[in-house]
């Protein structure tokens, strides 16, 4: 496991200006290839926020594709795939195209002002994007504004620990720190581990 993680920072380390938050477009097809989704397994982050064929699930910072293709799978409804670069979104459809998915839904926009309608999603995935936003605050009340009561959000990013690569130690945010922001909005937390660099916070809105 440590040994495939490895090989994740190596690429992350590739695809992001050193000196910005936001990726690199040029290099944007790097954050979908074989190799990033054997080392981060997609499947079993998503196995994380239990979606089931009735829920309908925003992806937050979706690139790509990812995480989108395989939730458009577990569900029947809608994917909202929700990114700031109309880029990224140009070639997650024509990834969805290549494997007849027709049920994920493009949406421009950032996260602090994300255009979706209220209560509109069951579930949310927002992995490894927090740290890029301009306000953690505003973007957490944000996906509580878009989620229905019961539903779950599941946020991951790196932990606040030296590495050799990942983003900047001065923007990541720590898990304790993130979990109580997480509460003081209103959410109903538990924290998951599934490496020393990463955390998984699975929150409920009740």
Do not use: C
């Not at 290839?33 to 997609?42: A, D, I």
């Not at 979104?89 to 007849?100: D, I, P, S, Y």
């Not at 990541?172 to 209103?186: A, F, N, Q, T, V």
């Not at 490496?195 to 409920?204: D, G, P, Q, W």
């Amino acid at each position: 496991m440590i040994k495939k993680m490895n090989v994740f920072n190596k690429m992350f380390k590739e695809v992001m200006f050193l000196t910005e938050k936001r990726f690199n477009l040029k290099n944007a097809d790097k954050l979908i290839s074989e190799e990033r989704k054997t080392t981060l397994q997609p499947e079993k982050i998503i196995d994380y926020l239990n979606v089931t064929s009735g829920d309908t699930v925003a992806d937050l910072g979706a690139g790509p594709g990812l995480f989108a293709i395989p939730l458009a799978k577990r569900t029947e409804r809608n994917v909202y795939a929700v990114d700031v670069e109309p880029e990224m979104l140009k070639r997650l459809n024509a990834h969805a195209a290549e494997e007849n998915i027709e049920n994920i839904k493009p949406v421009v926009s950032d996260l602090e002002n994300i255009d979706l309608a209220d209560n509109s999603v069951t579930r949310i995935l927002n992995a490894f994007v927090i740290h890029e936003v301009g306000s953690i605050d505003q973007t957490i009340e944000e996906m509580k504004r878009i989620l229905e009561p019961g539903g779950q959000v599941l946020l991951m990013d790196w932990e606040a620990v030296e590495s050799e690569s990942g983003p900047p130690l001065e923007i990541r945010i720590p898990s304790e720190k993130m979990g109580k922001m997480l509460k003081d909005h209103g959410f109903d937390i538990s924290i998951l581990y599934p490496s020393a660099e990463h955390y998984a916070i699975k929150a409920l809105k009740e």
